[in-house]
């Protein structure tokens, strides 16, 4: 059995401001996603992206993933507790951020780039989605560090303890998540992109394949106590994943549906 070391939030102190380790893990993913699309680009020099586009690109996926991350958290889970203290939305320092939430800030973010570059936005997310899992890996590795998110009791060996809980052992969840949605998703994708695919073949694969995942890692993590769970005992982040795996599908048999001659 293994014990949480239950780290410090916080990972240093600059004077009166308080660095917390969750927020230097988005800094870590927003990086990650910088240097891998700078390489694609330096190794698919015959594309339409160049750095200037990436790193626009990058400025609107940061304002998209913060605001839809934190107002699909109201909307999802708590809307009833903001909407009777609806200045508590910007208290963020609280914590409180939905991944489907800022996956479809993400998108609209991104319809909005390809509109200002004049590109097709499928063309846009299929160059994005192979970079999105290693902000998600980094994004699964704040939550352990935190010792948040934490999963179901559990027999196996390698089930950890979270004293800031319980004394009961633990699936710890973030940590599938992390490999899972974060390495196993970065690396299904990055090789699927590799090579030139249908149009809309590559987004259709990263919503295929990450609501697969979280749907099943789901079945290890313990659900929101303030919701518990839903209707046919799935938890609020299947049924938001659902939806991503019909449209996964739906867009891939769209990207490869017959086409005349």
Known sequence: MLVHPQFDPVALH??????R???LMYLLGFTLIWIAGRHRIKTHPGGVWTAKDLDDAMFYGILGTIVGGRLGYVAFYKLADYAAEPWRMLYVWEGGM??????????IAMALFARSRRQDWLAVTDFIAPLVPLALAAGRLGNFI???LWGRPAGVPWAMVFPNVDNVPRHPSQLYEFALEGVVLFAALWWFSAR????????????LGYGVLRFGVEFTREPDSF?????GGFSMGQWLSAP???AGVALML????????
């Open 227 to 231: 919701l518990g769970l839903l209707a």
């Open 146 to 148: 935190n010792a948040e």
């Open 21 to 23: 380790w969750y927020g």
């Open 244 to 246: 991503m795996v019909l």
């Open 14 to 19: 600059l004077g009166p401001l308080a660095v």
């Open 98 to 107: 939905s991944f489907h939430g800022g996956f479809l800030g993400v998108v």
């Open 254 to 261: 769209w990207a490869y549906r017959p086409r005349r001659a």
């Open 196 to 207: 030139a695919r249908a149009l809309g073949a590559v987004s259709g694969l990263f919503l």
